[in-house]
């Protein structure tokens, strides 16, 4: 089962959930509604530019616009170090940690996601923090660190229904899903893939009728970030 991508949550719902893997987003700026990321220390100009044409670069999907998103990234990085902007620094080593995830570099995805998940522990983004152990868990997971990757999406799984995202919960379920799965556990596998699906389903129509009933925001937004897709076999 693939969930649309990836959270990361971080604008539309499944926008913000882009760099997630399975489809929790991994917002890391502040804030969050329901997979909603919305930046609330305003960067400078140079480093929102910078993050938003290395979003551009992530969406063509090819290794070598992935690779140059690195590039602006890294650039972004450091001016949002400077300023002590610890948000919006954990959020660009999340989608740095995603795109070495995705080109197939595990310890270095490793390596961003661990820097981003204490900064998010730090400025108390449990939303955030529950993306990233999603995120670590499926890595552990391809890794054949099964038990590993059982505690991360469990803690994750926690985090996400503490504070009632219920997107990142159906994410993690299905991550969940996948890793019984892959252990032989059909039936327990099944039920966390049924969970996932209900609260999916759940959250879009949620997600609808908010579209139909709130007026678009002036707050400035950052494009969201999902984690990566993870593809089940039913």
């Known amino acids: ?13 499944n926008s913000l959930m882009l760099f997630n893997v399975s489809f929790p987003i991994l917002m890391l700026p502040n804030i969050v509604n329901e997979g909603e990321v919305i930046a609330q220390t305003y960067p400078s100009y140079e480093a929102e530019k910078l993050y938003k044409q290395g979003f551009e670069l992530f969406k063509q999907g090819t290794a070598e616009s992935k690779k140059q998103a690195i590039k602006i990234w890294e650039k972004a990085l450091q001016i949002y170090r400077e300023g002590g902007n610890n948000r919006m620094e954990a959020l660009i080593l999340f989608a740095i940690g995603r795109i070495y995830d995705d080109l197939g570099k595990k310890q270095t995805a490793l390596e961003y996601y661990n820097q981003s998940l204490t900064l998010s522990q730090e400025v108390g983004d449990k939303t955030g923090e529950a993306v990233i152990l999603n995120n670590l868990g499926d890595i552990y997971n391809s890794l054949g660190e099964k038990q590993k990757a059982l505690e991360y999406l469990n ?21 969940l899903g ?3 799965s892959s252990l032989g556990e059909k039936q327990k596998a099944l039920d966390f893939l049924n969970q996932s699906l209900s609260l999916k389903r759940e959250a879009r129509k949620t997600a609808t009728a908010k579209t139909q009933h709130i007026r678009p925001s002036a707050t400035t937004q950052h494009p969201r970030i999902q984690s990566r897709p993870t593809q089940t076999t039913n």
Do not use: C, H, R
Not at 155 to 175: D, M, P, Y
């Open 1 to 13: 089962m693939v969930f649309p991508k990836k959270w990361l949550s971080i604008l539309s719902v």
């Open 155 to 175: 803690q994750s799984l926690t985090l996400s229904q503490e504070v009632g995202n219920k997107i990142g919960e159906a994410a993690t379920l299905n991550n």
């Open 178 to 180: 996948d890793l019984y």
